[in-house]
């Protein structure tokens, strides 16, 4: 038996940790790979108040945060490589300007 | 202690150390593999608390499709060792001290004062069957909606990853 809040001092710790990568990381792919940090760690305190409260809408809800990250995903990885192929770079401190 | 707290916190030392170690790593493609492990061991975490299904796509979406499309971006982008700039003395000096505070006084809180009810192993119905169920007559607005944002997802990553046609790209010249 595990208590309720040992999930989410689990979960939050990754929240922090996606948070602290999110503000340190210089690389840009690092950075989203933060942002999915954050997500996982928000998935995890859904999954925990569904199994405590015992209320399935929890998990079900875990399915629309995956779906939101995946298009996340594909459409920051594209303007990744867009702006890797006009700056050459992945440095977040050298892409400073919107325009090309 | 019991199997299950043991298990918990077995996949919560992996979770843990992936996570530091994606801020301790400097190459992308060692971050990648460690948010793999964390994604994996979190599988574990959903499997403890019933999610079955959770737990299947997790490793399928997140650490399969997600994690694979990273992946290949990094290879794709030939990306290297990042940079380290300096941050200010500053965020060093007070942030540092205030972080830990902010962390001990929410654990403290979150430990001391949250219901502390016991969550059985297996104790939640979270089979395909019943989340099938609720996704299909509760939440159906909800996944229709999504379905367009994945088209529009997938529209926008072909427009932005695809090369402009006639003019090369340009260079940034100051």
New interface residues.
């Given amino acids: ?10 979960s ?3 929240f ?3 948070v ?2 999110f503000l ?4 840009i ?2 950075i ?3 942002i ?2 954050m997500l ?1 760690g928000v ?2 305190s859904f ?2 108040f ?3 409260w ?1 209320v ?2 929890g ?2 809800f ?3 945060v ?10 920051g ?6 702006v ?4 050459e770079t ?2 977040v ?1 050298q892409v400073n ?1 919107l325009k ?1 | 202690m019991n199997v299950h707290l043991i298990l918990f916190l077995a996949f919560g030392a992996v979770c843990v150390a992936g996570a530091v170690n994606l801020l301790a790593q400097r190459h992308p493609i060692n971050g990648a593999l460690s948010l793999i492990a964390v994604m994996a061991a979190l599988a574990g975490e959903y499997l403890l608390l019933g999610a079955e299904f959770v737990a299947a796509v997790q490793v399928i979406v997140y650490a399969g499709a997600i994690m694979v499309l990273f992946v290949f971006t990094i290879m794709l982008l030939n990306a290297g060792v990042e940079e380290r700039t300096k941050g200010s003395r500053v965020a060093i000096l007070f942030g540092i001290p205030g972080l830990l505070l902010g962390g001990i006084l929410l654990g403290w809180v979150v430990l001391r004062h949250s219901g502390t009810e016991a969550v059985a192993a297996g104790a939640l119905p979270g089979d395909p069957n019943t989340i099938g169920q609720l996704l299909f007559h509760e939440f159906l607005l909800p996944f229709e909606i999504t379905s367009v944002l994945i088209l529009i997802a997938i529209m926008g990553a072909v427009v932005l990853a695809s090369k402009p046609p006639s003019a090369p790209a340009r260079r940034v010249e100051d």
């Fill in positions: 038996m595990v208590p309720l809040s040992y999930y989410l001092v689990l939050g710790f990754l922090a940790c996606g602290a990568g340190i990381k210089r690389n792919i690092t989203f790979m933060s999915e940090l996982n998935n995890l999954v925990a569904a199994a405590h015992h399935l809408a998990q079900v875990v399915f629309f995956m779906v939101v990250a995946a298009a996340e995903a594909a459409v990885l594209a303007i990744i490589i867009a890797y192929r006009t700056r992945l440095n401190d300007l090309l």
